[in-house]
């Protein structure tokens, strides 16, 4: 007879398993969450953040106007991806277009993606949205951020680093939030 067929030495068995498993995930979730702030920090603690790739879209409803993200060298940017066929955008849209009415001295940037110009217009329109949009239809510049789905904002400095992104509906807690990491001051 096995010393695991006994029922006391079987129960003692199941325990430590159980225990063995929680300690096992609680070590790796640790691990995980080292790399995550090492991969985000660098040196000394100071955040280090990824270059957000340049943009140069055409204005909706004017093709000759050029909208780039150089335009605003120097100053903090919110770069917004939509479109009017989104669902998601019908929610968000709105709450941007208040937000930029009260912090109006901030960069927001709408990159209007896969749509037409008449959609977008009208969307913009009836959303209330007064700041510039570009109009990406074949999705460049969502390509080159990594977007596969809408909406998403990313928060960039004022060396047009991203800080932040939001994948989904953006809230007023999370502009908030990001609005503070944007304006910073960077580490020397």
Not at 18 to 44: D, Y
Not at 75 to 93: G, L
């Amino acid at each position: 007879m096995s010393m695991l067929s006994v029922p006391g030495a079987a129960r003692w068995t199941v325990r430590l398993t159980g225990r063995h498993k929680v300690i096992s995930t609680a070590v790796v979730l640790f691990i995980a969450m080292v790399i995550a702030v090492s991969v985000t920090t660098g040196p000394g603690g100071a955040a280090s953040y990824r270059a957000a790739p340049a943009f140069t879209l055409r204005a909706p409803g004017d093709p000759g106007r050029p909208v780039s993200l150089s335009q605003y060298a120097g100053q903090p940017v919110i770069v917004n991806f939509w479109a009017s066929w989104c669902e998601p955008c019908q929610q968000e849209t709105p709450l941007l277009a208040r937000w930029h009415a009260r912090h109006g001295h901030v960069v927001l940037l709408g990159l209007d993606e896969n749509d037409t110009t008449v959609s977008a217009l009208e969307f913009a329109r009836e959303k209330g949205v007064t700041y510039p949009l570009a109009f990406d239809p074949d999705m460049s510049a969502a390509s080159t951020y990594g977007v596969n789905a809408l909406p998403q904002t990313f928060f960039l400095n004022a060396r047009h680093q991203i800080v932040a992104h939001v994948v989904g509906v953006v809230t007023s807690a999370q502009l908030a939030t990001d609005l503070r990491l944007m304006t910073a001051p960077a580490a020397g």
